[in-house]
């Protein structure tokens, strides 16, 4: 019933040839030509199902575009568990999976993202507020406690005829230094709400136009699949205990665990500076199904919206080493935010400029966002923890342009002198 689910409403011809394939991978699974016929014809189906989604799909066909699960019976009971134990609707911020991020983008909730073929057409410059929204609630409840503080304050200060004793002079430098943080919070609030109408006056501009526009994102959705599977990669599609090699498949839940553990190592991250302002802004996540191992960043911004456009992460579902595959997809992230904000200066300047430069110094022949990867995961798993992998001139780099928290720095620079001689270094550059 499953199957036949499924497949209502597809189109009579490309049903009949998804039946046929099946029927002839279950006689015979070992035969390479029926195999590679039946993953050409999944493909075909996805694609269809992608293109037409719609919010009142049965729930088969959400859960195929989803997990990739075309028929219960190719997974062990215990694999249909796991899968049942996923909840159907969970709200996590900016992760989403293939349904539900093709639903959001054909509703108009999420700007559409940039494909190969029409890269280099003007795109629609839409904007994102929640962020900003935030960081200005985060900033008004930091300048309601400066207030308090300032009032009980000014309540503890006698008003005699007589000059003030230590005590009340002491109050009075501490309301100065309290008031001091008020009038820089006060500035901060004003950057942030003047971004925030800016913002919602440009968004409603672009989703005029954005109503206008056809429904591109199935094709992303294809790219992006055949992406994480890579050149040489497993590209049966269909969800199968047969090639789960991994005890673990990627959730949202599990994807905002895993984040937040980076983002503990590599605190800045996320971070965008707006006119001085340090906000969290995090990229959308989309889970995809299939075998791949390759996460990676499939754009840092929406198109040229450098200044509140989201980018786009891509994360397999089923990779054989899942901790690998989220750390290359943020590492990307991380490279691919530096290249664009250096606006053609990549190999000059900043993190991707010294990170090139030490390469060709070095004459390293590899890919620079290839190599970066590598050393990126080892500063995150090895390095954060006191095990000296990189090279020397790397460690350096990254100890600038990727800082760890204040409290892994101390702890690291009592372990080692190479980390005590980065992090007086790091004191000396700041105190300048």
């Given at each position: ?290 075998y791949g191992d390759y996460g990676f960043c499939w754009e840092p911004f929406e198109g040229l919206n450098f200044l509140s456009g989201r980018g786009r992460v891509v994360i397999p579902m089923f990779p054989k080493n899942l901790d690998i595959a989220i750390l290359r997809a943020l590492g990307d992230y991380r490279w691919k935010v530096s290249k664009e904000l250096s606006f053609g200066h990549w190999m000059e300047e900043g993190l991707t400029g010294e990170f090139y430069n030490y390469m060709l110094d070095n004459k390293i022949k590899e890919r620079p966002d290839e190599y970066f990867l590598k050393n ?57």
């Amino acid at each position: 019933m499953y199957f036949e689910n499924l497949l209502k409403g597809v189109s009579k011809d490309l049903a009949k040839e998804v039946v046929s394939a099946k029927i002839a991978l279950e006689k015979n699974f070992n035969d390479s030509t029926i195999k590679r016929n039946f993953i050409g014809v999944v493909w075909k189906l996805y694609e269809y199902l992608c293109r037409n989604i719609t919010e009142d799909y049965e729930i088969e066909k959400r859960l195929f575009l989803r997990f990739g699960l075309l028929e219960p019976k190719y997974l062990s009971t215990s694999d249909v568990q796991k899968i049942r134990k996923i909840p159907f609707v969970e709200e996590v911020e900016n992760v989403f999976y293939v349904d539900e991020w093709l639903l959001a983008v054909k509703n108009g909730k999420i700007n559409p993202s940039s494909y190969l073929e029409t890269i280099e057409q003007p795109r629609v410059l839409t904007s994102n507020v929640s962020s900003f929204t935030k960081a200005f609630e985060e900033k008004i409840s930091e300048r309601k406690k400066y207030e308090k503080e300032v009032l009980e304050i000014v309540k503890n200060i006698s008003f005699e005829d007589k000059p003030y004793n230590k005590a009340v002079l002491s109050l009075i430098d501490q309301a100065i230094e309290r008031l001091k943080k008020l009038k820089q919070l006060d500035r901060e609030v004003e950057i942030l709400y003047n971004q925030i109408e800016d913002l919602e006056k440009k968004q409603l501009s672009d989703e005029k136009i954005e109503n206008k526009k056809e429904f591109t994102e199935y094709m992303v959705i294809k790219q992006m699949l055949n992406k994480s599977v890579g050149r040489l990669g497993n590209r049966f599609l269909v969800l199968s205990s047969i090639f789960l090699t991994n005890a673990f498949m990627l959730t949202k839940e599990v994807l905002k665990n895993k984040i937040e553990e980076v983002e503990k190592i590599d605190y800045k991250i996320f971070q965008r500076s707006i006119k001085g302002v340090n906000i969290r802004f995090l990229p959308y996540f989309i889970i995809v199904p299939g075998y791949g191992d390759y996460g990676f960043c499939w754009e840092p911004f929406e198109g040229l919206n450098f200044l509140s456009g989201r980018g786009r992460v891509v994360i397999p579902m089923f990779p054989k080493n899942l901790d690998i595959a989220i750390l290359r997809a943020l590492g990307d992230y991380r490279w691919k935010v530096s290249k664009e904000l250096s606006f053609g200066h990549w190999m000059e300047e900043g993190l991707t400029g010294e990170f090139y430069n030490y390469m060709l110094d070095n004459k390293i022949k590899e890919r620079p966002d290839e190599y970066f990867l590598k050393n990126y995961i080892l500063w995150i798993l090895k390095e954060s923890k006191g095990v000296q992998k990189l090279e020397k001139e790397v460690r350096e780099i990254f100890w600038r342009y990727l800082e760890f928290p204040e409290d892994i720095k101390i702890k690291l620079s009592n372990l080692s002198y190479v980390y005590k001689n980065l992090y007086e270094k790091d004191k000396r550059r700041k105190r300048r």
